[in-house]
Every structure is written in C-alpha cells, then in structure tokens.
C-alpha cells in the first residue's frame, strides 16, 4: 500500500514554522486553516500566462480545493512547480508538507 504525500498551498494559519489544520463533526478529515482563500483571479492569470486554459492540466498533480491548493508532492510536473513557484511569489501564500505539517520553501 502506497500513501500520497500531500502539499497544501495557500494563505494557511501558521505559527512561523508549523500549519494548522481543522477538522469538524461534519467533516473527520484534515484540512488547513486559512487565513484568507487563494485570490482566484491571480491564480487564473498566472495559470494563463503559461498557456493553461482550464485549471488545472491533469498531468501537473495540482488540484484545487476550497481556498487553497492541493499536490502530490512527488507528482508534480515541472510546470506546476512553476506555477506554485509564481503564485507564492506574487501572493505571500506558503506551501505546507501534510505530514510534518511544517512551511517548505517554494520549488
């Protein structure tokens, strides 16, 4: 058996090193906390600016969740890496590692 190592990528609640993540009665699973969502319209231009029509190209193991991003760490297409790279970069938003739940540097 095989487990994803997911990135979360996104305005999330965070300590200076460590994420916080919620869940609720409603829903069991883990997810971050945000800050403040992912301003669309900037993820769409940066994702546009790289000749990407709908979000996001199935190969780039980058998903988009409420507020935020998702990837298989391990999964991702160099393109995405950019992106991610792009959009941290213009937004201050974090990439987090779900597993040691701590603030990586961008690609």
Not at 76 to 103: E, G, H, M, Q, W
Request: glycine share 6%; net charge negative.
């Amino acid at each position: 058996m095989s487990f994803a190592h997911l990135i979360y990528i996104g305005h999330i609640t965070n300590d200076g090193e460590n994420a916080i993540f919620v869940n609720s009665e409603d829903d069991p699973l883990l997810r971050p906390s945000l800050v403040r969502p992912l301003e669309m319209n900037i993820v769409q231009e940066i994702a546009s600016s790289m000749g990407v029509q709908d979000l996001f190209p199935e190969d780039w193991g980058l998903w988009l969740e409420s507020g935020y991003l998702v990837g298989e760490h391990y999964s991702l297409s160099l393109d995405a890496k950019r992106f991610i790279a792009s959009l941290c970069k213009r937004t201050n938003c974090v990439i987090v590692d779900f597993k040691s739940r701590t603030i990586v540097d961008a690609p």
